[in-house]
T-cell receptor, first 113, second 110 residues
Framework: KAGVTQTPRYLIKTRGQQVTLSCSPI?????VSWYQQTPGQGLQFLFE???????NKGNFPGRFSGRQFSNSRSEMNVSTLELGDSALYLC????????????FGPGTRLTVT | QKEVEQDPGPLSVPEGAIVSLNCTYS??????FMWYRQYSRKGPELLMY????GNKEDGRFTAQVDKSSKYISLFIRDSQPSDSATYLC??????????FGTGTRLQVFP
């Protein structure tokens, strides 16, 4: 079956702009989580959505937001971009959110200049 | 202090060696422990999953969890050049939010 799809794979933005990243989970999966990965901080949890509802949220500022659609596809948005937002953004697909069945997408590499 | 500590490496070993990767943690509520492997320009893939304390073996990989010491390990036997990657430990108190270590870069040379 098809894996987790993330678009776009690479993105270059300027400080102050906003960006929207998209994730299509594995067919039938209802949970989508987002993580930010940087060399200094490693992988950090952003938020998790299950059946269109945000179920858990990490310690990121309000500039980071997300949503999930009825078909389980998810988007995350970052407004007023800062240089420190440059990172690999990873989407995780899960049937119900349990740790043992979390499948990562390839990620979107965001560079803020 | 981070909740999960992991030596970033890099760790360089010859082909066939036994590799030991470790993480320590501070949150006693963690009960789910995972090891992920991440190749360059790819997302992490789940290697091993353990609930609570104990050992788990899968082929050349063995995961150990010692909750009394708040210490987890991943052993790779007969390491191969294809094992060269970054290995991430991850933990969870419940079943959704994962807390990751920063990853250990492993290089296995022929």
């Amino acid at each position: 079956k098809a894996g987790v799809t993330q678009t776009p794979r690479y993105l270059i933005k300027t400080r102050g702009q906003q960006v929207t990243l998209s994730c299509s989970p594995i067919s039938g999966h209802r949970s989508v989580s987002w993580y930010q990965q940087t060399p200094g901080q490693g992988l950090q949890f952003l938020f998790e959505y299950f059946s269109e509802t945000q179920r858990n949220k990490g310690n990121f500022p309000g500039r980071f937001s997300g949503r999930q659609f009825s078909n389980s596809r998810s988007e995350m948005n970052v407004s007023t971009l800062e240089l420190g937002d440059s990172a690999l953004y990873l989407c995780v697909s899960s049937l119900s959110g349990t740790a043992r069945e979390q499948y990562f997408g390839p990620g979107t590499r965001l560079t803020v200049t | 202090q981070k909740e999960v500590e992991q030596d970033p490496g890099p760790l360089s070993v010859p082909e066939g060696a036994i590799v030991s990767l470790n993480c320590t943690y501070s949150n006693s509520a963690f009960q789910y422990f995972m090891w992920y492997r991440q190749y360059s320009r790819k997302g992490p893939e789940l290697l091993m999953y353990t609930y609570s304390s104990g050992n788990k073996e899968d082929g050349r990989f063995t995961a150990q969890v010692d909750k009394s010491s708040k210490y987890i390990s991943l052993f790779i036997r007969d390491s191969q050049p294809s094992d060269s990657a970054t290995y991430l430990c991850a933990m969870s108190a419940n079943t959704d939010k994962l807390i990751f270590g920063t990853g250990t870069r492993l290089q296995v040379f022929p």
